[in-house]
């Protein structure tokens, strides 16, 4: 299988520093970057990616098995990153593709230069000591909702993840990306998701990162982003002045000038 295809492997940009690739959240897909990747492209490559499930990616490539752990995606990421062999890349996660950003650097750290993490949780479940936002009650009820009604749930959560109710039209275009994706996939990745631990794997990773938090962000709160900080080596951690979960949408002029001053000062103690 043609990994590129079956990815929706995008490259644009010039070559120059090291290369950008952009991975999107949950429900949604490469087109999440539209205000973001451009930014880059007169001084870097840059990659953009659909999961497999997601945007224009090869749907008969999704493997329940192979995807029903974050793993499975890191692999694919992996195997992308093979594919291209631009040399060490900064990786662009944002929400459960930060995750999957973590564990594909744990295990191939040669191919990351730096990660940038946006709005990453490594376990959405309250527990002992750590608040993920969520109650496993709430979990469970959020999960049996998509189930029900994928399309209901999908209006309903767009605009508490957007987190911006003045701008109904952010919202609005999460609901459409929502509804592109293919239902039952979407339900296995939610689960994939919401029950997802990577708690343990931060302490992993050894790649310098860069973890973006939102002021107010209702599915990953300001102290998942403090955890992430505080359990992963050589990180640095940027609150930004925005609210939501999808700051890569509602406020990408923060988003890019934190994530070019992050890389500027990398390549400045690299000189």
Same mark, same amino acid.
Do not use: K
């Given at each position: 299988m043609d990994v590129l295809?079956?990815?929706?492997?995008?490259?644009?940009?010039?070559?120059?520093?090291?290369? *950008? !690739?952009?991975?999107?959240?949950? #429900?949604?897909d490469q087109g999440v970057w539209r205000a973001v990747a451009p930014a880059f492209?007169?001084?870097?490559? *840059? !990659?953009?990616?659909?999961?497999? #499930?997601a945007g224009?990616?090869?749907l008969s490539a999704y493997d329940p098995g192979r995807h029903g752990?974050?793993?499975?995606?890191?692999?694919?990421v992996l195997e992308v990153l093979d594919a291209l062999d631009l040399g060490p890349v900064v990786f662009v996660g944002h929400s459960v593709s930060a995750m999957i950003g973590v564990l594909a650097s744990a295990v191939r750290p040669e191919r990351f230069s730096s990660l940038v993490l946006l709005c990453p949780s490594p376990c959405y479940v309250d527990d002992d000591g750590y608040r993920g936002g969520f109650a496993q009650a709430e979990i469970d009820e959020l999960l049996q909702t998509l189930d029900d009604t994928y399309l209901g749930w999908s209006a309903h959560i767009a605009p508490v993840i957007m987190g911006h109710p003045e701008r109904p039209e952010l919202a609005g275009e999460l609901t459409s990306s929502?509804?592109?994706?293919?239902?039952?996939?979407?339900?296995?990745f939610a689960r994939t998701t919401f029950l997802s631990d990577n708690r343990a794997d931060l302490e992993r990773v050894r790649t310098p990162s860069l973890v973006l938090q939102c002021r107010e962000d209702v599915i990953a709160p300001p102290e998942v982003g403090r955890y992430v900080h505080e359990h992963l080596a050589g990180s640095e951690l940027v609150v930004l002045d925005a609210t939501g979960h999808c700051?890569?949408?509602?406020?990408?002029?923060?988003?890019?000038a934190t994530v070019r001053r992050y890389l500027?000062?990398?390549?400045?103690r690299a000189g």
């Amino acid at each position: 299988m043609d990994v590129l295809a079956r990815n929706n492997v995008r490259l644009t940009g010039r070559r120059g520093g090291a290369p *950008v !690739v952009f991975a999107h959240g949950f #429900g949604c897909d490469q087109g999440v970057w539209r205000a973001v990747a451009p930014a880059f492209e007169d001084e870097h490559r *840059v !990659v953009l990616l659909d999961l497999v #499930g997601a945007g224009g990616s090869d749907l008969s490539a999704y493997d329940p098995g192979r995807h029903g752990r974050l793993e499975g995606y890191a692999e694919d990421v992996l195997e992308v990153l093979d594919a291209l062999d631009l040399g060490p890349v900064v990786f662009v996660g944002h929400s459960v593709s930060a995750m999957i950003g973590v564990l594909a650097s744990a295990v191939r750290p040669e191919r990351f230069s730096s990660l940038v993490l946006l709005c990453p949780s490594p376990c959405y479940v309250d527990d002992d000591g750590y608040r993920g936002g969520f109650a496993q009650a709430e979990i469970d009820e959020l999960l049996q909702t998509l189930d029900d009604t994928y399309l209901g749930w999908s209006a309903h959560i767009a605009p508490v993840i957007m987190g911006h109710p003045e701008r109904p039209e952010l919202a609005g275009e999460l609901t459409s990306s929502f509804c592109r994706t293919d239902p039952a996939i979407a339900r296995r990745f939610a689960r994939t998701t919401f029950l997802s631990d990577n708690r343990a794997d931060l302490e992993r990773v050894r790649t310098p990162s860069l973890v973006l938090q939102c002021r107010e962000d209702v599915i990953a709160p300001p102290e998942v982003g403090r955890y992430v900080h505080e359990h992963l080596a050589g990180s640095e951690l940027v609150v930004l002045d925005a609210t939501g979960h999808c700051p890569n949408l509602s406020a990408p002029e923060q988003v890019v000038a934190t994530v070019r001053r992050y890389l500027g000062e990398r390549a400045h103690r690299a000189g």
